[in-house]
T-cell receptor, first 111, second 112 residues
């Protein structure tokens, strides 16, 4: 079974630019999560989808972050405009069989 | 609250046992997890324990849960250099949608 795919793996942008990350979950997984992992910290949930509906986006900075999951499969997370403090690894996960499976993450550096 | 505390670093010699500790404050935790993260990789689930259990053993891994003290530990027997990684303690609140709350991670270094 293929794992959770994410792209790009690395991204460097300047502050105030925009960036988008893509996630393809494991086939058949209805629940998808985006976590932000700042260096030296554990992952923190940004947004959670069930199929194509948002379940929890209470921790998403909605003035600059947006996410969608059209057709309940792939998902994109966008930041516009980026700030220095957005430098982090963005992890996508999907849930099946009671377990969360994580992708390799996208490492974002904002300069 | 959602606080999960872990010591940041642990060093052991190859062949010794490692014990990584975690404390949490949320009494509504249902499942507690240990994840492993190697450099440049995502998180890999190592093991988990249901909150009404106090021990779970899985090959070299032993998880101990003291629910009264809200203390979770992971023991790795016969630690190998390949076990060097960051280990995260996490829990969920039992919702079928399973949002996880993570600690900051413990960097385990295994010396040959």
């Amino acid at each position: 079974e293929a794992g959770v795919a994410q792209s790009p793996r690395y991204k460097i942008i300047e502050k105030r630019q925009s960036v988008a990350f893509w996630c393809n979950p494991i086939s058949g997984h209805a629940t998808l999560y985006w976590y932000q992992q700042i260096l030296g910290q554990g992952p923190k949930l940004l947004i959670q989808f069930q199929n194509n509906g948002v379940v929890d986006d209470s921790q998403l900075p909605k003035d600059r972050f947006s996410a969608e999951r059209l057709k309940g499969v792939d998902s994109t997370l966008k930041i516009q405009p980026a700030k220095l403090e957005d430098s982090a690894v963005y992890l996508c996960a999907s849930r099946g069989g009671g377990e969360q499976y994580f992708g390799p993450g996208t490492r974002l550096t904002v300069t | 609250g959602e606080d999960v505390e872990q010591s940041l670093f642990l060093s052991v010699r190859e062949g010794d046992s490692s014990v990584i500790n975690c404390t949490y404050t949320d009494s509504s935790s249902t499942y507690l997890y240990w994840y492993k993260q190697e450099p440049g990789a995502g998180l890999q689930l190592l093991t988990y324990i249901f909150s009404n259990m106090d021990m779970k053993q899985d090959q070299r891994l032993t998880v101990l849960l003291n629910k009264k003290d809200k203390h979770l530990s992971l023991r790795i027997a016969d630690t190998q250099t390949g076990d060097s990684a960051i280990y995260f303690c996490a829990y969920d609140r039992g919702s079928t949608l399973g949002r996880l709350y993570f600690g900051r991670g413990t960097q385990l270094t295994v010396w040959p």
